[in-house]
């Protein structure tokens, strides 16, 4: 099955600018999705399709995908950010598809 | 606006069943296919399965796959998840989750916490 890799954490101070990978086999060629998830919450789309953002979501937040690592870039960091973030695929490439999950990335805003 | 509500989690025995409900409104629910998420405690996000708007196709992650089934009832608005011969990994908050286009979702409930225990 399709596996994604994402660092157990970051950390930036406010104003800085974050980046989370995703990494996964050849993944420039699928879509990724981004995944903010604060405590006791559930999850909010924060970018999709690599590098669409959902209305409501500020332009801070960005993302990009090439070869075998999908990066979400968020700029001006601030202190709301401090979250979980979770990158997301579709695999459809077996004869099993279905959804991935990356492990989750931890960023912490210093 | 989109209003996702899950019921049905509690405490089940090993080997036990339940069947988890969601309650979808303010969008066109049967023209949107939608998922079950879930969530073990202290732990990242788990996809578990995935039906086509009309109910055709149904994908499951290898973890439960012939131990739970997802199915809806578009003339409810709502979308299940009968999950069968629970083990104690299956303990977490289970989300249900309005897709946009075979992922992304754009829209999650609040979740319903599961929790398999003697």
């Known amino acids: 099955s399709y596996v994604l890799t994402q660092p157990p954490s970051v950390s930036v101070a406010p104003g800085q600018t974050a980046r989370i990978t995703c990494g996964g086999n050849n993944i420039g060629s699928k879509s990724v999705h981004w995944y903010q998830q604060k405590p006791g919450q559930a999850p909010v789309l924060v970018v999709y399709d690599d590098s669409d953002r959902p209305s409501g979501i500020p332009e801070r937040f960005s993302g990009s995908n090439s070869g075998n690592t999908a990066t979400l870039t968020i700029s001006r960091v601030e202190a709301g950010d401090e979250a979980d973030y979770y990158c997301?695929?579709?695999?459809?490439?077996?004869?099993?598809?279905?959804?991935?999950f990356g492990g989750g990335t931890k960023l912490t805003v210093l | 606006q989109v209003q996702l509500v899950e019921s049905g989690g509690g405490v089940v025995q090993p080997g036990g069943s339940l069947r988890l409900s969601c309650a979808a409104s303010g969008f066109t629910f049967s023209s949107y296919g939608m998922h079950w998420v879930r969530q073990a405690p202290g732990k990242g996000l788990e996809w578990v399965a995935f039906i086509r708007y009309d109910g055709s196709n149904k994908y499951y992650a290898d973890s439960v796959k012939g131990r739970f089934t997802i199915s809806r009832d578009n003339s409810k608005n709502t979308l299940y998840l009968q999950m069968n011969s629970l083990r104690a990994e299956d303990t977490a908050v289970y989300y249900c989750?309005?897709?946009?286009?075979?992922?992304?979702?754009?829209?999650w409930g609040q979740g319903t916490l599961v929790t398999v225990s003697s």
């Open positions: 997301q695929v579709w695999d459809s490439s077996s004869d099993h598809p279905g959804g991935v």
């Open positions: 989750a309005k897709d946009l286009t075979v992922t992304p979702i754009d829209y």
